[in-house]
Structures are given as C-alpha cells and as structure tokens.
C-alpha cells in the first residue's frame, strides 16, 4: 500500500519568514495530494491540493510543488503569521472514493 | 463548499456504555464516508471505510463489533463505540466523500472528543 512519510515533525519559524514542509511517497500510482491544516480540538481543514498532471500550485501566502519522478511534494508557506500556527498533513491518493493515506504530521509554531 | 457536520463535539462516558456519533453532510450526498481515531500528537489513523447502503470494511486491527459504523443514507452515517473503555477514549472525526463536490473532495467534520470514565 502507499505510504507517505512527512517532514519535519516539528518547525518554529518567526513571524514573516517562510515555512517549507516536504513530504515522499511510495505508491507511483497516486495522483492526488491535498495538504491539511489541524489546529488544536478540531478536525482537519483542506489548505490546497495538487493534482499529478500538475507542478506547482499557489494560493495566496500557499504554494504546493509536486516532482512526480522523485515522488515528493512540498508545502511552501510565505510571510508566516501566527495564526498560521497548527499542524499540517500532507496526503495521497489514487482514485475518488479511495481511502487517504497521510503523512506523519508538521506541528508548525510561528513567534511573533 | 461542502460542509460536514459532526456531533456532539465532546462527550463524557462510562466506562461500559455506548456512545453514538453522528456524521452528516450537510449541503452533498455523501457517497463514502470514513471514520478515523487520532490520539495525541499522532496522525489520522483509518479506522472504517462505509459505503452508503453497504457494510463498512474496517481497517486491520480494528474491531468491527467494538465500534459500530452506520451508513444507511447518502448524508449520514454514524459511529457507536459499544462498552466503552478508559482505552477507547480518543479523538473521532468523521471525513466524506460523495457526488456535488469536486471529484477528489474529502471534507472532514469537526471531531469528537470522547472520554471514557
């Protein structure tokens, strides 16, 4: 099965300075990644997705790449605030309907 | 957007009761629905996949008569943690996939927090 390993666990950065969080996987066959923001007590909010027929994706302060043939994609956040502060989860899928399979989790603290 | 909505967001229980939690998709039919445990500082682990109209198909380890999983329309499903332990007590959340979403949408509730006393 696929599995998703995700990097680092932990990251501190000051406010404004960027945050980049990577994630591998192992299944060549999944073509979906979306990433997650968790914050604390709550269930898990979609933050942006990248499809495989895709590179690079931006919203706003949020960029996600994606290298098919390495199999990693990674998180990029600009400008960090504080409320940006949570974890984040990288995942992976196949198909719609399939089941998720995450990474590890990023606990993210921003200093103001 | 697609909205789940999940409860009841915290519940206390005895040891030895059932607890019931509910999943609905409030604005999308939800066509699978899946139920995950995440302890702290852990990543989601699956627990069940359900089907709408078909039995759910649970994840290794977990035990299908402990933890009783209900899908018997497109907009709700539900979780029943039956004889609860100290050891159950965790947190729920729910996440669904379904028709009226984009193609790859999984929109995940809100969580339940549930201790067992």
């Known amino acids: 099965g696929e599995n998703v390993e995700q990097h680092p666990s932990t990251l501190s950065v000051q406010e404004g300075d960027s945050a980049v969080i990577k994630c591998t996987y192992s299944?060549?066959?999944?073509?979906?990644f979306p990433w997650y923001k968790q914050e604390l007590g709550k269930g898990p909010q979609l933050i942006i997705d990248?499809?495989?027929?895709?590179g690079e994706k931006k919203d706003q302060r949020i960029a996600v790449t994606l290298n098919k043939t390495a199999k990693h994609f990674s998180l990029h956040i600009t400008e960090t605030q504080p409320e940006d502060s949570a974890v984040y989860f990288c995942?992976?899928?196949?198909?719609?309907?399939?089941?998720?399979?995450f990474g590890g989790g990023t606990r993210v603290l921003v200093k103001p | 957007g697609a909205v789940v909505s999940q409860h009841p967001s915290r519940v206390i229980c005895k040891s030895g009761t059932s607890v019931k939690i509910e999943c609905r998709s409030l604005?999308?039919?939800?066509?699978?629905m899946f139920w995950y445990r995440q302890f702290p500082k852990q990543s989601l682990m699956l627990m069940a996949t359900?089907?709408?109209?078909?039995?759910?198909?649970?994840e290794q380890g977990v035990e299908k008569d402990k933890f009783l999983i209900n899908h018997a329309s497109l907009t709700l499903s539900t979780l029943t943690v039956t004889s609860a332990h100290p050891e159950d007590s965790s947190f729920y959340i729910c996440?669904?996939?379904?028709?009226?979403?984009?193609?790859?949408?999984?929109?995940f509730g809100s969580g339940t927090r549930l201790t067992v006393v």
């Open positions: 996440s669904a996939s379904g028709t009226g979403v984009t193609n790859y949408g999984y929109t």
């Open positions: 299944d060549s066959a999944s073509n979906y």
């Open positions: 990248i499809r495989s027929n895709v």
């Open positions: 995942a992976a899928i196949k198909a719609a309907g399939n089941k998720l399979t």
């Open positions: 604005d999308f039919q939800a066509t699978t």
């Open positions: 359900s089907n709408e109209g078909s039995k759910a198909t649970y």
